[in-house]
């Protein structure tokens, strides 16, 4: 239980950045979190922390141990969070940012047998492609298809994310099959008007290529329309052209190219310190319909 303790003073020197705030936060003398700091230290038999007389800066080492003690503090406050609140009901008005495209599919379907078991509890769904400010706009939580970043909000994972590029055997049978990806230089691309490059791995690595088409759009549900209606080359989710790839509406082309997995679905909130139970049900009503291997992926 010490080794804990002495993991929660390090983080928290770390997150004030200074052991006298850090002392000040934990009412105890600056020369204890000093002492402690030695003690895990020489327990572990490295140095965590450079100390100067005006700053403290993580080394290597501290910065791995840093994030990694970061998970562990936060899966003791799970823990206790789960025992406490284990009776809590669900109650209240539980306002939720979702992609169009993504809410209209894959959260609107499913929402019946969601409200059904929590009876207290009403939902305000916003459907929409922009970025939310979740405090700024008072959601309780925002689903969010992207490649996490740094951010003072919580994300959990919900579901991977597959995207490849694909095309309908109308088009195909027209303009013919790229064989490589330069080839995409002499076809048609489909993407939105925001002009974010395809980031994609191949057999040689990874490539990024900016697309261009005849089509401009905010829409995402515009390009699948097109990409369906054999207008061109687009770079989709499973989640999305599922069904279309397992009935061949659509067809994979550059098969041994997919987008980076480093994007995925996440549920976003902002606080993980006395989650409110409408947040914790809605957002583990969704983990478990998704799973490891979402109902997209298994068409």
Known sequence: ?????????????????????????????????SKRLRRLEERLGTRLLQRTTRQIALTET???????VLAILSGVEEADAFVSRRSEQAQGLLKVSAPTTFGRMHIAPHLEPFMRANPDLS??????????????????LAIRIAELSDSSLVA????????????????ITEHGTPRAIAD????ICLAAHNGDPWRLNGPDGAVSLRPTGPILTNSSEVVRAA??????????????????????????????YA??????????????QFLPAKVRVFIDYLAALYGPMAPWDRV
Do not use: C
């Open 123 to 140: 939902i305000n769904l916003v459907l929409t492609d922009e970025f939310v400010d979740i405090v700024g706009e008072g959601y309780d």
């Open 227 to 256: 990409v369906l209606g054999g207008l061109g080359i687009a770079l989709r989710s499973t989640w999305d052209i599922g069904p279309e790839l397992a009935t061949g509406h659509l067809v994979r082309v550059l098969e041994d």
């Open 1 to 33: 239980m010490d080794h804990l303790n002495d993991m929660e003073i390090f983080a928290r020197v770390v997150s004030s950045g200074s052991m006298s705030a850090a002392g000040r936060e934990l009412g105890v003398s600056p020369a204890v979190i």
């Open 259 to 272: 987008a980076s997995d480093n994007i995925a679905i996440y549920a976003i909130y902002p606080s993980r």
């Open 156 to 171: 959990r994972k919900l579901a991977p994310v597959q995207r490849f590029l694909v095309a309908s055997p109308r088009y």
């Open 184 to 187: 995409l230089d002499g076809h």
């Open 62 to 68: 501290g910065q791995g141990y840093y994030e990694r």
